[in-house]
Nanobody, 126 residues
Framework: QVQLVESGGGLVQAGGSLRLSCAYS????????MGWFRQAPGKEREFVAAISRTGGSTYYADSVKGRFTISRDNGKNTVYLQMNSLKPEDTAVYYC???????????????????WGQGTQVTVSS
């Protein structure tokens, strides 16, 4: 059984930084592609970033490109999302997701992920 637990959310001023963590437990972490998604009040869940199972490939939404960095530590079974230059429009609940994957690609569609964490709130004040 795969479990994902996010942490690191909070309240930050615009221009500030936060680092989210997602701790994975279950089958071999390095067999799973990982992603971060977010959902703001009244909006649909949207893709933020994804990383391949080895960490060699990453992909970002245009809205966060250049500001956010996704990474993973397969020895610690953890995926991270470093968020810099935060904007009020980044305010949302952030979720990590996992799916088993073969090869070195990334997964960007929420529908393709099998497992989800409970989410962590990020609030950016202006």
């Amino acid at each position: 059984q795969v479990q994902l637990v996010e942490s690191g959310g909070g309240l930050v001023q615009a221009g500030g930084s936060l680092r989210l963590s997602c701790a994975y437990s279950g089958r071999t972490f390095s067999s799973y592609g990982m992603g971060w998604f977010r959902q703001a009040p009244g909006k649909e869940r949207e893709f933020v970033a994804a990383i391949s199972r080895t960490g060699g490939s990453t992909y970002y939404a245009d809205s966060v490109k250049g500001r956010f960095t996704i990474s993973r530590d397969n020895g610690k079974n953890t995926v991270y999302l470093q968020m810099n230059s935060l904007k009020p429009e980044d305010t949302a609940v952030y979720y990590c997701a996992a799916r088993p994957i073969i090869g070195t690609g990334v997964v960007v569609s929420a529908n393709e992920y099998n497992y989800w964490g409970q989410g962590t709130q990020v609030t950016v004040s202006s």
